[in-house]
Each structure stands twice: as structure tokens, then as C-alpha cells.
């Protein structure tokens, strides 16, 4: 592979033939690619083609190992110059021409229209503007912490200097020091709707420099100026050396094709075949070929194998269980926390790099992640009221071989990050999310605080297992087991403090020889006339509501679903044989589990009579137990609604 060497003074002679050349062997597969696929975005493809060959001809990725845990790493934010990406991948020997052109945009193909980490040397699936420089964040901070003096090179369009997270990942990126990480922005100055100062006037350079980052503008088209900025920032030779640094990179949209250039229509369209082949002519090369890969496209069946890119496996050594007594009432946010604290007494040790990292929101104390804190300050991270930045570093830091906790109030972790969570999954990370303040039973704070959604969002997400426990007894077992699990993992709990879950002996229900496994529900009481399925917050209502019922004689079961997804698909074909089953759930009833109930039941064709309580719509502000009897959710309701069901 062709390498530059940082230690020179400038590019030699030699070099700068080469990368000429290259500028134009990779610009005809840009040309060939988007016009054989009928799509892409050949024109920042073009623009950013300089800075492109001279951040790979630089960073430290082997192509017969790209996946090398002390590799440099290059972050494509705008992903949809895949086109030019690809062709400079290509050029530097991390993969043969001829599948890119053929498979580029097809089904199946690891060349996707934005670029996916099953290509090698990409390291983060991305398109959705904005969220690649967390992503780079979370990689220099994940070097940092391993000991490692690699760097993460990240470029971005100018258009997506847009986005509000950009901001927030500058300033995250400054408060931690990351001066591995070195930001490439192609200034060309156009995006889809034409100039960027008209879509959205903002004042880039100034913008970057009120947010304490080391700022350098350059031509982007010359390789030179290119290489010695680089160079400047790699030696620390910047105004401040301990922080990122920004090179801005004039450049034009479309270079090399003269009829291309500075024109936005060629941001996301393909040249139409008699304008490519005058593109190919001018660079040098047959027009012809052209017709040649078209017709060998129409029987290229796609088959170069997809990269391999799963988070790294950590170790973590599980402490004992905290069995809360049946006197004691407590919050499971709090049980959460000792839980937390106790992981990392066992696994964040003094003098190595720690396993186990904590994320949250300007909510440390709300989320109980204060003693996690004091034991492991160097492995917590306070990203303030940023969780846009916040949910995507925390993704891609479970890929880097950490146990990684994001916590922070529903309607922040699940609604306001939706996207955030989405991309994340499709860069198969390892989260876990522990969600405090669910539902109505966050009570005062209201309907904006009231996250009673979450469950029709997260089904969504197919990689995404759903948790709920009932008390801080199941609470404790269930972080702990997710502490050994590999992909993403949601948890979440309600605000209140609730009684221990007991047997009818008085005993908790969890205790220390309960087991949590996915894809079982706790068969909590037992009886034979119905079933009340419920979770999270709802078993304490649920459970009074049994003992309303058994005063009248009604023997009925309660079972606790604390694994949402996967469904505990057995125990509901079997409570399916008492036929009248009631669900009850702090949650809007048409998207909660009672939903996702009566669906399995009618895929199973099981003839059974069902209710679902739940939600309605959003509910005032209000103490939580006031606001459940106005929802029809207190216990007396719901032993009501049982007795009808058995007795229609």
C-alpha cells in the first residue's frame, strides 16, 4: 500500500506524481460507478477526493488487517461520498476495482449508497449528517482510555455543520481532551438546495473557534497544503495542543470535471452516459469502457463478502446479589445505582484502563450514578444537557471493548434520540440504556416528562432485547445479567419508590436463587379463573389488585413480564388456557405490550378473551397514584376489570 511519510518536510516529487494520478484513476471510478448504479453523489465525491487520498495515504490502517485494535480510524461523516471513498479504499489495496463498480448500490452489496463498515477500512455506517463526529469522538476517547496514541481522522461536509450535535460534539470533544482527533471539514460551499449561506447562513470558522478548538484553513485540493496541515496537527504544532483540531478545506464541488464543477446539481445525481463518457474523456481515459462494465454489470452476480464488525468482547466479573428485604421500599433507579457501584468495585481497578464506562445527561444524581462516579471518575462522562452527541459516543464506545451505561429519563433516551439509537443499531454496537422516569408514574413533572411511548418505539429497533423489572430485587439481577450480555439492552424503571415484589409467604420474589432469563415471564401468583399480565411499576397495582380479588374468592394468576422483548412466548401460550387475561400497563395501550400481546394470540390462533388497560392519551401533571386512578390503572380498577372479563 502506498504510504506518506509524516517525518519529511513536504511531498516529494515522487509523491505528488502518484497522487495526481491517483486523483484521477479514483475520479474515473467515481464517474463509472454513480452512472452504472443510476445514482450516488459524484460531486463532494469529487470535492473531497484530495483530502481523501492524503488522510488514507497517512493514517495507520493496514488493508490486510483494518480491524486492528491500534489502528488510526477515519470517520466518513457525510456518507454519501461513498463513490469517492471507495474508489481511494480501492486505490490503496483494501479491495479489487471491478466489485466496487459492478456491486456499487445494489442488493446485497457491501458497496451501499452510504457507506457501511462491511467495506474495510470503514469504520462507522453513517448518512444521517451529524452523528459522525460522535461516533469519532467516541473512538478517541476509547484510544485514550486503552493507552493508545493512534489518531481519528474525521470528514465532514459543510452543509452538516447545520446540526445542532455538531456543536455538541465540539464541545464534548474539547471538555475531554480529545486532541487525537483531527476534523477534516470540505468547504465547498453547496449542498442539495444550492448555497450553504442561503440554505442556512452560519459562520463556520467562527463557530469552530468559539468552541476552543484549533482551527487551520487550507486549500482541499492541494496536496501540499493538504499534507502539511496534517502534518502540523499529528507533530502537535497547533495554538493549542491539547485540544482537536479543525482543518477547514476550501474545495469545489465537482473537481476535475470542468462542466461539473460548482454546480449543486451534481451533489446527488449521476451523470446520464453521454455526459459521463465526456467526464471519462476528459480525465484521460476510453469513453467506451463505459459500455463495456454496463453490459458486464447486467450479469455480475454480487459476491464480495461483507466485513466482519462486531464490538469487541470484554470480560466482566459479576459481584453478588443485593437481596433488598420485603420491609424496605425503595426506587429500582436506586438499586440500579448500588448495582453499578458494585460492578465497578469489580472490574474498574487502580492502574488499568477500566471496563466499565457510565454516560449521562446534566441527570447524575436523578439516574443514581453517583457513587458509580466516585469510585471511577475517569470512566464517567457528564455530557450535559447533550443527548443527541451523548447517545451516539455511548454507541460507539460499546464497540471498543467497554461495558457502557447510558442513563437518563425516557423521554430523552428513547424519544428525543430515536435516531441516535437507530444508527447505533445499524453499527451493530453493545449498549446498554438504563432508562429512569417511565411512564405516568413520573408524576409532577408532567405530560412532557411522561415517557408512555417508549415500548412502540424500541419494538422498532430489531436488535433491541426490553427490559422492565418490577422491584429493585429484579432490578439488581437484571443489570447484573446484562453486564455479561453482549449487543444493545434497554432497562427501564419508573421515579417512585415501590414495595418488594413477595411470595405469599411474605418473602421477596426475587431473592437470592431467582434467576433472570430473557424469554420468561415470573409466574408471581397462581390461580385458574384469568391472568393479569403486567410490568415495571403496574405489579405493585396488580398485585393489591390480586388481593382485592382473592378477598372475593376469584382465584386468579399474576405474571410479570419483566422480559419484554424477547416475549416470554411459552408462559403466554400456557396462561392462553385460562382465557380471560387482563393486561395492565403504565403505558399508551394501543402501541404497549397488551398490544403486542393480542397480536401473538391471534398469530397462534388462541381463542382467548382479552383487555388491555393502559393509557389513553397523556395525562396531567399529578402525584403517580392519582394519576393511575384517573386512568382507570389503581388497584380497585383493575380488580374490577378482571371480575367483568370473568364474568362476561
Not at 70 to 96: A, K, M, N, T
Not at 444 to 464: K, S
Request: hydrophobic residues 40%; contains cysteine.
Amino acid at each position: 500500500m502506498f504510504k506518506l511519510d509524516i517525518e519529511q518536510e513536504n511531498l516529494s516529487e515522487k509523491e505528488l506524481e502518484y497522487l495526481e494520478k491517483a486523483f484521477k484513476n479514483c475520479a474515473r471510478r467515481i464517474i463509472l460507478a454513480t452512472t452504472l448504479a443510476g445514482s450516488g453523489h459524484p460531486g463532494g465525491s469529487l470535492s473531497s477526493l484530495s483530502m481523501l487520498l492524503i488522510i488514507y495515504g497517512i493514517a495507520k490502517i493496514d488493508p490486510k488487517n483494518p480491524r486492528a485494535e491500534d489502528r488510526d480510524r477515519v470517520v466518513i461523516s457525510q456518507g454519501h461520498i461513498s463513490p469517492g471513498v471507495y474508489s481511494v479504499l480501492c486505490e490503496y489495496g483494501f479491495f479489487p476495482e471491478e466489485p466496487f463498480l459492478m456491486e456499487f448500490r445494489r442488493a446485497n452489496s457491501a458497496f451501499a449508497g452510504h457507506v457501511e463498515q462491511t467495506v474495510p477500512g470503514i469504520e462507522w455506517n453513517t448518512g444521517n449528517l451529524g452523528q459522525g463526529l460522535s461516533a469519532a469522538c467516541g473512538m478517541a476517547m476509547a484510544i485514550k482510555l486503552k493507552g493508545f496514541k493512534n489518531k481519528v481522522f474525521c470528514l465532514m461536509g459543510d452543509g452538516e455543520q447545520q446540526k445542532g450535535q455538531v456543536i455538541e460534539a465540539r464541545r464534548w470533544a474539547v471538555k475531554f481532551g480529545l486532541n487525537n482527533l483531527i476534523v477534516l471539514i470540505d468547504y465547498n460551499k453547496l449542498q442539495i438546495g444550492g448555497n450553504i449561506a442561503e440554505v442556512m447562513p452560519q459562520r463556520i470558522k467562527e463557530e469552530i473557534l468559539a468552541t476552543s478548538w484549533n482551527l487551520i484553513e487550507i486549500d482541499g485540493h492541494n496536496f501540499s497544503e493538504i499534507f502539511k496541515a496534517l502534518k502540523r496537527v499529528l507533530k502537535g504544532k497547533v495554538e493549542n495542543p491539547n485540544n482537536p483540531t479543525a482543518i477547514l478545506a476550501h474545495t469545489v464541488m465537482g473537481k476535475g470535471i470542468s462542466f461539473m464543477e460548482n454546480d449543486p446539481k451534481w451533489h446527488g445525481m449521476a451523470l446520464p452516459e453521454n455526459l459521463a463518457k465526456e467526464a471519462l474523456k476528459e480525465l484521460g481515459f476510453d469513453p467506451s469502457e463505459l459500455d463495456i462494465l454496463k453490459e458486464r454489470r447486467k450479469s455480475w452476480n454480487v459476491c464480495f463478502p461483507h466485513q466482519p464488525h462486531d464490538p469487541l468482547v470484554v470480560e466482566i466479573e459479576i459481584p453478588e446479589p443485593t437481596i433488598y428485604p420485603s420491609e424496605i421500599k425503595i426506587d429500582c433507579r436506586s438499586a440500579y445505582g448500588n448495582s453499578l457501584l458494585k460492578l465497578a468495585e469489580k472490574n474498574n481497578l487502580p492502574g488499568k484502563p477500566p471496563k466499565i464506562l457510565g454516560l449521562t445527561c446534566d441527570l447524575e444524581s436523578s439516574v443514581k450514578m453517583g457513587a458509580f462516579k466516585k469510585h471511577s471518575p475517569y470512566a464517567f462522562f457528564e455530557s450535559g444537557i447533550q443527548e443527541h452527541h451523548t447517545a451516539s459516543v455511548a454507541g460507539a464506545l460499546s464497540k471498543e471493548g467497554f461495558l457502557v451505561f447510558f442513563s437518563t429519563f425516557g423521554v430523552f433516551a428513547i424519544n428525543e434520540v430515536y435516531n441516535q439509537i437507530r444508527i447505533n443499531t445499524l453499527n451493530k454496537t453493545a449498549l446498554k440504556i438504563v432508562s429512569t422516569h417511565l411512564g405516568a408514574d413520573v408524576g409532577e413533572d408532567g405530560p412532557t416528562h411522561h415517557c408512555i411511548e417508549y415500548l412502540g418505539l424500541l419494538f422498532n429497533l430489531y436488535d433491541f432485547n426490553i427490559y422492565i423489572p418490577a422491584d429493585p430485587n429484579q432490578t439488581d439481577h437484571i443489570i447484573r445479567y446484562i453486564a455479561q450480555k453482549e449487543g444493545n439492552i434497554f432497562v427501564g424503571m419508573g421515579r417512585s419508590k415501590v414495595p418488594i415484589i413477595t411470595k405469599e409467604d411474605g418473602t421477596p420474589y426475587f431473592d437470592e436463587n431467582y434467576q433472570f432469563i430473557p424469554g420468561k415471564a415470573d409466574w408471581i401468583r397462581k390461580g385458574t379463573k384469568g391472568v393479569i399480565i403486567t410490568y415495571g411499576t403496574m405489579c405493585q397495582y396488580a398485585l393489591s389488585a390480586w388481593e382485592i380479588l382473592k378477598t372475593k374468592e376469584i382465584d386468579i394468576t399474576l405474571l410479570n413480564i419483566a422480559s419484554i422483548k424477547p416475549l416470554p412466548e411459552e408462559d403466554l401460550l400456557k396462561v392462553s388456557e385460562l382465557k380471560n387475561i387482563l393486561v395492565v400497563e403504565d403505558h399508551l395501550v394501543e402501541t404497549g405490550l397488551g398490544n403486542k400481546i393480542a397480536c401473538f394470540f391471534a398469530l397462534k390462533n388462541k381463542n382467548v378473551k382479552i383487555k388491555l388497560l393502559g393509557l389513553k392519551k397523556p395525562l396531567s401533571s399529578g402525584n403517580p397514584k392519582e394519576l393511575f386512578k384517573l386512568a382507570g390503572l389503581d388497584p380497585e380498577s383493575i380488580a374490577k376489570n378482571m371480575e367483568e372479563l370473568i364474568n362476561e
